[in-house]
C-alpha cells in the first residue's frame, strides 16, 4: 500500500521554509500533485519488478476527489477508483454555478452548524469567534505565541508554525464532520450536530474571563471532554 505525502506539506517541501512564497508555490497544483503519483507509482513498481501488478486508487474527500481526477487523468495506471465523499464539484470553478457553491461555501455550512445546535446557537457562534480573534492576538507575539505553546500543550512555539490560528481554526471546522464517529453518539442528536453540540454546550456552560490563558484552557478541555464521550479514537486535537 503507499500512501504519498502531497507535495509542499509535511516534510515534502520543495523550496524549504519558502516553499509557499508566491512565486514558489506556483508548483502546488492539482495537475503537479497527480503527476507526482503517478511517476511515484511508475517507479515503485519498476523497481519491485512488479509491473503487471494491477492497482486500485483509493480516497476520501480531498482523497477522493484526486482519486476521481486520477482515474481520468491515467487511467492507464489503474484498474480503478474509490472515490468516497468526493467532492468533484467544488474543485472545478466553471461549475460552481450548476452545484449552486462560492469560496465561502464552506464555511458557511460549518457557521450554519455550530449557529443551529441545540445547546448553542448564535450564542455559540459568537463565543468561538471571540476565541478565535483572542488566539490570531497572542500569535502575533513572540511572548503570545510562548503562552499559546504551553496552554496547547506543544512541545515548542515552533510547532504552532506562524500563524497558530490556522491549527484552531481547521480543529474548530473539523468537528461538525466527525459523522463516522456517530455510533457514540445519543440517538437523540443529529449527527453532524453531536460535536459541536457537546463543545458549545460546554463552551456556553461557564463565563469566559478576559484573559487568553483560560479561554485557550477551555478549548482544549472542552475537546478533551468530547473525547471522552464513549470515542475510542479522539475526534481532533489541538
Known amino acids: 500500500m503507499l500512501f504519498p505525502e502531497e507535495r509542499y506539506y509535511g516534510e515534502s517541501q520543495p523550496f524549504g521554509k519558502d516553499s509557499l512564497a508566491p512565486q514558489n508555490a506556483v508548483y502546488l497544483s492539482t495537475e503537479q500533485v497527480l503527476a507526482d503519483y503517478a ?22 474527500s480531498y482523497g477522493g476527489t484526486l482519486t476521481t481526477y486520477f482515474r481520468r487523468q491515467y487511467p492507464a495506471l489503474t484498474v480503478g477508483g474509490l472515490a468516497a465523499s468526493a467532492p468533484v464539484g467544488y474543485y472545478s470553478h466553471n461549475a460552481w454555478d450548476q452545484h449552486r457553491i462560492s469560496e ?10 455550530f449557529s443551529s445546535t441545540e445547546h448553542g446557537g448564535p450564542a455559540c457562534f459568537s463565543k468561538l469567534q471571540a476565541i478565535v480573534d483572542a488566539v490570531a492576538t497572542a500569535g502575533s507575539t513572540p511572548a503570545g505565541l510562548a503562552k499559546l505553546a504551553g496552554q496547547m500543550h506543544v512541545c ?5 508554525g506562524k500563524d497558530p490560528i490556522f491549527l484552531l481554526t481547521d480543529a474548530l471546522e473539523t468537528l461538525p464532520q466527525e459523522v463516522h464517529y456517530c455510533f457514540s453518539a445519543p440517538k437523540h442528536n443529529v449527527c453532524s450536530q453531536y460535536f459541536p453540540g457537546v463543545f458549545c454546550h460546554r463552551c456556553l456552560r461557564r463565563k469566559f474571563p478576559p484573559t487568553l490563558s483560560f479561554r485557550v484552557r477551555r478549548i482544549t478541555r472542552t475537546l478533551s471532554e468530547v473525547c471522552r464521550h464513549g470515542l475510542s479514537t479522539p475526534p481532533v486535537r489541538l
Not at 39 to 60: D, R
Open 39 to 60: 511517476l511515484l507509482l511508475t517507479t515503485v513498481k519498476e523497481q519491485l519488478n512488479a509491473s503487471t501488478c494491477p492497482v486500485v486508487a483509493f480516497g476520501g
Open 104 to 113: 465561502y461555501t464552506w464555511i458557511d455550512i460549518v457557521q450554519q452548524v
Open 156 to 160: 515548542a512555539p515552533e510547532v504552532l
